[in-house]
T-cell receptor, first 113, second 112 residues
Framework: DAEITQSPRHKITETGRQVTLACHQTWNHNNMFWYRQDLGHGLRLIHYSYGVQDTNKGEVSDGYSVSRSNTEDLPLTLESAASSQTSVYFC????????????FGPGTRLTVL | KQEVTQIPAALSVPEGENLVLNCSFTDSAIYNLQWFRQDPGKGLTSLLLIQSSQREQTSGRLNASLDKSSGRSTLYIAASQPGDSATYLCAVTDNYGQNFVFGPGTRLSVLP
């Protein structure tokens, strides 16, 4: 069955390190999204991609980057992790170009010490 | 800038009650509205999606309505069960089907 997987599920890192969170989908659909979820802020869009070589900034993109070299993967990179980036990160995709219904991965809990 | 609010922030009801969760948005130029459920420590599960041209959608005991002109949506849960306990979030997309904006959620507890 088509699904979205994220890895790792939990990650602890130190301030200043580069971190990459993986997102893989088997639906073979173009549209993929990264969100972060924080108490008091809800879910906020970081980056999104509508296809290979396409990337776009969301509401809270500073300090994050994405690359899209194939349809299945959209890795999220924190170039120099900061404590403010401690959060739960969700990858999502929409599977219907008309309805834009979003489906989410299980999330990655990132702690930056 | 689109803003989404949800009332109440938390709700506790006895099992069997019918209940209504509210979602409001400031910009009526939306493409669709989606309701999600989130269990503690888990990802979001899509419940219902209403396109801007629709008034309501139903799935089992769930019914979601949309009034675009007033910027409101409601999620009706019939005959609530303890298994319905979760946080319920709504999200809207802009008229281009991009830029999902989420509400803060309503935390629902259904007591046995």
């Amino acid at each position: 069955d088509a699904e979205i997987t994220q890895s790792p599920r939990h990650k602890i890192t130190e301030t200043g390190r580069q971190v990459t969170l993986a997102c893989h989908q088997t639906w073979n659909h173009n549209n993929m999204f990264w969100y972060r979820q924080d108490l008091g802020h809800g879910l906020r869009l970081i980056h999104y991609s509508y296809g290979v070589q396409d990337t776009n900034k969301g509401e809270v993109s500073d300090g994050y980057s994405v690359s899209r070299s194939n349809t299945e993967d959209l890795p999220l990179t924190l170039e120099s992790a900061a404590s403010s980036q401690t959060s739960v990160y969700f990858c999502a995709q929409d599977r219907d170009r008309v309805r834009n219904e979003q489906f989410f991965g299980p999330g990655t809990r990132l702690t930056v010490l | 800038k689109q803003e989404v609010t949800q009332i109440p922030a938390a709700l506790s009801v006895p099992e069997g009650e019918n209940l209504v969760l509210n979602c409001s948005f400031t910009d009526s130029a939306i493409y669709n509205l989606q309701w999600f459920r989130q269990d503690p420590g888990k990802g979001l599960t899509s419940l219902l999606l209403i396109q801007s041209s629709q008034r309501e959608q139903t799935s089992g005991r769930l019914n979601a309505s949309l009034d675009k002109s007033s910027g409101r949506s409601t999620l009706y849960i019939a005959a609530s069960q303890p298994g319905d306990s979760a946080t319920y979030l709504c999200a809207v997309t802009d008229n281009y089907g991009q830029n999902f904006v989420f509400g803060p959620g309503t935390r629902l507890s259904v007591l046995p």
